[in-house]
């Protein structure tokens, strides 16, 4: 087995048992961390000398439409409607396998670049087995550690056709991949079902996909972030909880229009919330749900969700979900008539908590991912600390977290092995430059047929 040191970082650990270290090495041996302390002398293959750099466990990006990256921004200016309309409604419905492959390639080696070891990767644009098998080459060829959603497209329906709401989830097509390629739940690429949920879904089917998801073994996810007068099934997720099929296996993405009451059970049931606060301020009226988790006694996961209306630089979603939680808690305080708060809330080491563990937790992966803990895998990122938007790093995750961007992320591994060194990420220059190409003819012919004037909105 492959040995590797990392060398004299300021390790900041998110093990709270183990805490921070300013000049400390990590022994990794094959895919795992053997070893976190100062001073480990050890044979070993290779040494990463992580002098002048910030060493945290890589994070998890719990929610990305990865197949969507070449539409990169495109819909800035969109509502929460339009990306429906547009996106669904059409540019999604000219995807070929070929395109869920391409970006999903140069997404998630962008996530890796900028210090995402792991993505709920959510594939929502599949109406064949080849779309899926696309987008799994691509997540197989980064390197990166993926858990893949099978999703399935939720097009405007034709004359004499059940709108996507009443189809349960294509079953055949998640049992061809667990009995086929991603029968492993140890691998680098897992399975999940990403279903559609009581908000986009008759009861019908909600019963349907989450029985299936429990059936099968697989961790699901589904989508609330409608207003309740749009919701498909109003018990919303009661559905789900009274059928005994809600628990840690089921991942809600948004929950902003959740009440108190739902968001409870849900929390209560196990199940795992991920916040997309780019997203959610850019499109909706209602706030995350961070500090309504943090009061129910839950951790946040966090997620991009939609490259083409948010920003993909994690650091950037850290640092708006402490943002934002801030400014909610401190006007409510100030507009009920209190003293300035004590504490700032949201310190920036629990948000990378929420970006760490709470991703870890959101995709059933606690036990190997999240910290970096002697036993769980080796998926480890160093940051350049020299940087002169980081230096001088006074405080390892302040500066992680207000002050670092993708752009700073020098070194990368993802069970045990090196993506990015020296501020590189090692996949050949040529490759990716024809990729870029496939990537521009790609998007270029989905916008040209779907006829989207790209100055529209
Ligand atoms: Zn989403």
């Not at 501020?423 to 496939?438: C, F, N, P, S």
Request: net charge negative.
């Amino acid at each position: 087995m492959t040995r590797t040191l990392i060398r004299n970082g300021r390790v900041v650990t998110v093990d709270p048992a183990l805490g921070d270290f300013d000049d400390c090495d990590i022994l990794i041996v094959g895919d795992r961390i053997a070893e976190v302390r100062p001073n480990i002398v050890a044979d070993v293959d290779e040494v990463i000398d992580a002098r002048d750099k910030i060493v945290i466990p890589g994070l998890i990006n719990a929610h990305l439409h990865t197949w969507q990256t070449g539409l990169r921004s495109i819909g800035s200016g969109w509502t929460g409607p339009d990306y429906h309309r547009i996106m669904h409604g059409n540019l999604g419905t000219r995807f070929l396998p070929d395109d869920n492959y391409i970006g999903t390639l140069l997404g998630a080696l962008e996530q890796l670049s900028g210090g995402v070891t792991t993505i709920f990767d959510w594939c929502h644009d599949i109406t064949s087995i080849d779309y899926a098998h696309r987008s799994i080459d691509a997540l197989e060829e980064t390197g990166i550690r993926a858990v893949f959603g099978h999703g399935s497209a939720k097009p405007n329906a034709a004359e004499g056709q059940l709108p996507f709401t009443h189809i349960p989830h294509p079953r055949e097509r998640l049992e061809e991949l667990r009995k086929g390629r991603l029968s492993s739940d140890d691998g680098l690429v897992t399975l999940a079902a990403a279903i559609l949920g009581p908000q986009f879904s008759i009861p019908e089917v909600v019963e349907h996909d989450f029985r299936m998801a429990r059936d099968l073994g697989l961790l699901s996810s589904s989508h609330a972030a409608r207003r309740p007068s749009d919701w498909v099934s109003p018990e919303g997720f009661r559905i789900p909880a009274k059928l005994g099929l809600l628990d840690a296996s089921h991942n809600v993405v948004h929950g902003n229009y959740i009440d108190d009451a739902e968001l409870q059970l849900i929390v209560e049931s196990g199940a795992s919330v991920t916040v997309t606060a780019n997203i959610e301020i850019h499109v909706h009226p209602m706030d995350p749900v961070s500090g309504r988790l943090l009061e129910l006694g839950a951790m946040p996961s966090l997620g991009i969700d939609s490259v083409p209306l948010a920003n993909s630089d994690f650091f950037n979603e850290m640092r708006l979900a402490m943002l934002y939680q801030r400014a909610v808690d401190q006007r409510t305080a100030y507009r009920a008539g209190g003293p300035p708060l004590a504490n700032l809330p949201v310190p920036p080491r629990q948000v990378l908590e929420w970006a760490t563990i709470g991703g870890a937790r959101a995709l059933g992966m606690e036990d190997r991912l999240g910290s970096l803990t002697p036993g769980k895998k080796a998926d480890i990122v160093l940051i350049d600390g020299l940087a002169l938007n980081m230096f001088p790093v006074h405080e390892p995750t302040f500066s992680t977290v207000q002050q670092a961007n993708a752009a700073n992320v020098d070194t990368v591994l993802v069970d045990g092995v090196v993506r990015k060194r020296g501020g590189k990420l090692v996949y050949d220059d040529g490759l990716l430059a024809r990729r870029r190409t496939e990537m521009l003819h790609s998007v270029s012919r989905i916008i040209a047929e779907s006829g989207y004037r790209r100055d529209a909105t």
